[in-house]
């Protein structure tokens, strides 16, 4: 199966991925403190605009005060007198210029127009103008409404709190009436405040900038070697595709890289063992394959050419032909189905097994055997303690494990072969015991006995045992073999049991 290419993936190198996260981690603080910063600052803008605009109110009160009082011990009450007195009292409240800015204007009756009495010029142009700019924004809002709470209003894009306090003045005679009303408008420009705040956004925005890229700075040095593990181990798994099973060697800066490069080595390990197996087999096999071959090609060549004059050789001719031909049918057969026991081990092939009698197993096996007995004139000797015994198995294969240990038993034995079937002390496993009265195992072969292509003096194809071990363990069983204590050689094959028959069959009825 082709695996098509996505050419429009995006792939973001590691580095990217760890800057982002720093990225939107300091954003988020970022956006946190800046909108906090507005929210504090605001408010304290706002309670200390209101502090000084208590303390202008309060002063103002204060000469309010005093101006009644000198009202009545001079009994003056002309308008110049009250100006020059309202005058002379701003002018030396000195604590209002660290409060609100102060403005005194006289207002005639049902009109707007106004006379600002203070400031005036010879204290400050600015200030005047700036007054002036206060005293129309706040009459063109709503008059000259006095109030005990602090008002806003936006001049020229600055925020102005502000207070209007009329003045109030009598004697102990009664009101005088005077030509014209008087309000003090104490107000504060916040726009200082405002500066001060933009530049401490202008800092945090700083601070932020360098941040990111101290932040950028720190992903590529801190992934760099991640970065560099990565690549090592991604042109290691193209080497292992390439055949090439050499190991990855040099540091890897994490612990969990380093475990991946450690799995990775065990695999190309196992994959170099397989591989290297692979090649031995197909070896092994194309030289057992061509021995029979070339045998049968020579006597099948020898008939039709006429080399064998006489019946009888070639009688003999046609015998050899029919027994190698038996003897590479055999061998065929046993490559085909321990192939299959690989393609099981790795998932690509699900052996079909079913509850098989093992008395029955162990008679169907006697009687596959018994003829190549009593061709070569030997015995075999049973002894079945199977009796309401089942075992989980494909019976094809369990025939194939089981033939292929007698036939090697035959081939070694002297004259008996000894089969017995038996659960074992603990009831799990049902034991098949094959043993022969022969030379038994040679040490240097006992090693290797199991192994594929591993042959005795005697031996044929060297596939049987091998293929005998894997069909056992594909049954979640086991061989074992081992030398008698006189002579001969034992093998033990152990097969998990099953509940009986019978039991199955009434658990599922109480199931039903």
Known sequence: MRIRKNKEAIRIPIALHFFASQFILIMMVLFIIYF??????????????????????????????????????????????????LLNSIASAADLSNSANISLIATEDATDEYTLLWPNAQ??????????????????????????????LNL??????????????????????????????????????????????LAIIQAGLIALLAAALMSFFVTYPLLFSTRKLVKFA???????????RGH????????????????????????????????????????????????????????FEDEVAKNDAIDVIIAETGRLSNLVENLLSISKMDMSRSGGYEVKKQNIDAT??????????????????????????????????NENDMLRCLENIFSNCLRYCNKVVTFECKPDLLGKYLNFIISDDGPGISPEVQEHLFERFSKGNDGKHGIGLALAMAIAE????????????????????????IKPKESLSKINKEDR
């Open 36 to 85: 906090y910063v507005q929210s504090i600052v605001a408010n304290h803008i706002y309670t200390e605009c209101e502090t000084r605009l208590d303390q202008a109110v309060a002063s103002c009160q204060n000469f309010a005060q005093a101006f009644r009082l000198q009202i009545d011990e001079s009994g003056k009450s002309t308008e110049e007198n009250i100006r020059a007195f």
């Open 238 to 248: 193209g080497r292992i595709a390439k055949s090439d099973f050499s190991p990855v």
């Open 360 to 393: 029955k197993l162990c008679e169907t096996v006697i009687d596959r055997v018994r003829g190549n007995f009593i061709h070569n004139d030997k015995s075999i000797i049973n002894k079945i303690h199977a009796d309401g015994l089942y075992i989980n198995v």
């Open 252 to 307: 890897i800066v994490s612990k969990e890289l380093s475990e991946l490069a450690d799995t990775m080595n065990n695999m190309a390990s196992k994959l170099n063992e397989a591989d290297l197996e692979q090649k031995t087999f197909f070896q092994n096999a194309s030289h057992e394959l061509r021995t029979p071959l070339m045998s049968i090609q020579g006597y099948a060549e020898g008939i039709k050419f006429g080399v």
């Open 156 to 201: 020229n894009g600055n925020l102005i709190y502000y207070r209007v306090i009329g003045i109030e003045y009598s004697s102990a005679e009664g009101v005088y009436e005077a030509v014209s009303d008087y309000y003090i408008i104490a107000y504060v420009n916040t726009t200082t405040y405002y500066k001060f705040m933009t530049a401490m956004t």
């Open 474 to 497: 594909e049954h979640g069983g086991s061989i074992k073999a081992k030398n008698l204590p006189k002579s001969g050689a034992c093998f033990t094959v152990s097969i998990p049991l």
């Open 123 to 152: 204290y400050s142009v600015s200030y005047v103008n700036t007054s002036k700019s206060v005293i129309d924004a706040v009459i063109a809002s709503g008059g000259m409404a006095t109030t005990n709470t602090t008002q806003a």
